[in-house]
């Protein structure tokens, strides 16, 4: 079974820190993704990673950044938090084809104060 | 660009009842076609998927029928039970290695 795990369920931080969230998966997987879930917007893509070192917008890149140093590990970086990220994060990872399925981890709720 | 829409809910149903929750799609080409649920408290899950018209996914009792010529994969189960509330997402996939997209998801709630 694919496992993604991500570094906390619940993270509380405060607004103008850096926060790191951490995704990990052991499936050696090529691509890694990065969403925010809102009530009534559904999943928005924020970043999205084909390969080591590659990344890739997605449609609400504003006021993050991603690291992918090493296959299995993707981190989302906020870098000066606002509580407008106060949000459910989920990181997601797939195979190389087309028609693969995403996996998800069980996300992280951040709240921002 | 390519887009998901789903019905929206809330979808309250007594336990047993019959579900139908619509999606319908705009995408160029042939895109692979997916439902998602999400628990409470949990992330995303594949429930089922179809990959090309005229495929038929199912799992846990639940089917959809990938339809091209009404852009559409509605999913179905003949009888809910309490345990299948949840988010539901429909979402597409359309080549190589592009990102999913979403539907905004459907909450269901079953009552016993």
């Known amino acids: 079974d694919v496992k993604v795990t991500q570094s906390s369920r619940y993270l509380v931080k405060r607004t103008g820190e850096k926060v790191f969230l951490e995704c990990v998966q052991d499936?050696?997987?090529?691509?890694m993704f990065w969403y925010r879930q809102d009530p009534g917007l559904g999943l928005r893509l924020i970043y999205f990673?084909?390969?080591?070192?590659?990344?890739e917008k997605g449609d609400i890149p504003e006021g993050y950044s991603v690291s992918r140093e090493k296959k299995e590990r993707f981190s989302l970086i906020l870098e000066s938090a606002s509580t407008n990220q106060t949000s459910m994060y989920l990181c997601?990872?797939?195979?190389?084809?087309?028609?693969?399925?995403?996996?998800f981890g069980p996300g992280t709720r951040l709240t921002v104060l | 660009g390519d887009s998901v829409t789903q019905m929206e809910g809330p979808v309250t149903l007594s336990e047993e009842a019959f579900l139908t929750i619509n999606c319908t799609y705009t995408?160029?080409?042939?895109?692979?076609l997916f439902w998602y649920v999400q628990y409470p408290g949990e992330g995303l899950q594949l429930l089922l998927k179809?990959?090309?018209?005229?495929d038929k996914g199912s799992n846990k009792g639940f089917e959809a029928t990938y339809r091209k010529e009404t852009t559409s994969f509605h999913l179905e189960k003949g009888s809910v039970q309490v345990s299948d509330s949840a988010v539901y997402f429909c979402?597409?996939?359309?080549?190589?290695?592009?990102?999913?997209?979403f539907g905004k998801g459907t909450r269901l709630s079953v009552i016993a």
């Open positions: 997601a990872t797939a195979g190389g084809t087309g028609t693969d399925t995403q996996y």
């Open positions: 499936m050696d997987h090529e691509n």
């Open positions: 990673s084909y390969d080591v070192k590659m990344k």
């Open positions: 995408a160029t080409g042939y895109p692979s």
């Open positions: 179809a990959t090309k018209a005229d």
């Open positions: 979402a597409l996939l359309n080549s190589g290695n592009t990102p999913l997209v």
